[in-house]
């Protein structure tokens, strides 16, 4: 893990609130809260519901983008523009073992068919550091 990497970890390295935005069906961008965790080679993961509207539009262009990070500058603090493609699982073993006990408030259980995990694969990752206007790029070496 290069520098750069390391700083972004260290933004994307625990459970957050995060600005998730889709594209609707009139081509307009929508943007809506989301709780990502994301693993050590950045891929973002969220639960939602199935007949969630971000579902569709991301069922329908899987180009996303996510900022996270200090949401609330101005204290020095780093933050992230993340460009992805989603996928959205279905699948229930994978399921399973993303499932989180609080989830329950909205779905019935892992084997519930209205919840689905999406994953948010980067393939560009702006750090926004303290003290400059200019951001820092990382890239995935696997576009597309």
Same mark, same amino acid.
């Given at each position: 893990?290069?520098?750069?990497?390391?700083?972004?970890?260290?933004?994307?390295?625990?459970?957050?609130?995060?600005?998730?935005?889709?594209?609707?069906?009139?081509?307009?961008?929508?943007?809506?809260?989301?709780?990502?965790?994301?693993?050590?080679?950045?891929?973002?993961?969220?639960?939602?519901?199935?007949?969630?509207?971000?579902?569709? $539009?991301?069922?329908?262009?899987?180009?996303?983008?996510?900022?996270?990070?200090?949401?609330?500058?101005?204290?020095?603090?780093?933050?992230?523009?993340?460009?992805?493609?989603?996928?959205?699982?279905? $699948?229930?073993?994978?399921?399973?073992?993303?499932?989180?006990? $609080?989830?329950?408030?909205?779905?019935?259980?892992?084997?519930?068919?209205?919840?689905?995990?999406?994953?948010?694969?980067?393939?560009?990752?702006?750090?926004?550091?303290?003290?400059?206007?200019?951001?820092?790029?990382?890239?995935?070496?696997?576009?597309?």
């Amino acid at each position: 893990m290069n520098e750069l990497e390391a700083r972004i970890w260290r933004i994307l390295g625990h459970r957050q609130t995060a600005a998730l935005a889709t594209i609707t069906a009139t081509g307009a961008p929508w943007v809506r809260y989301v709780t990502i965790e994301a693993d050590p080679n950045f891929t973002l993961r969220f639960c939602t519901s199935r007949s969630s509207r971000k579902t569709g $539009e991301i069922a329908a262009n899987p180009d996303v983008h996510v900022a996270c990070g200090n949401l609330q500058p101005p204290d020095d603090s780093a933050f992230l523009q993340i460009a992805g493609r989603a996928e959205i699982c279905r $699948e229930g073993k994978i399921k399973a073992g993303y499932w989180k006990e $609080e989830w329950r408030r909205y779905f019935k259980g892992p084997d519930d068919p209205d919840y689905v995990m999406v994953f948010v694969r980067p393939t560009r990752i702006e750090y926004n550091g303290p003290g400059s206007f200019l951001a820092e790029v990382w890239e995935s070496k696997y576009q597309g």
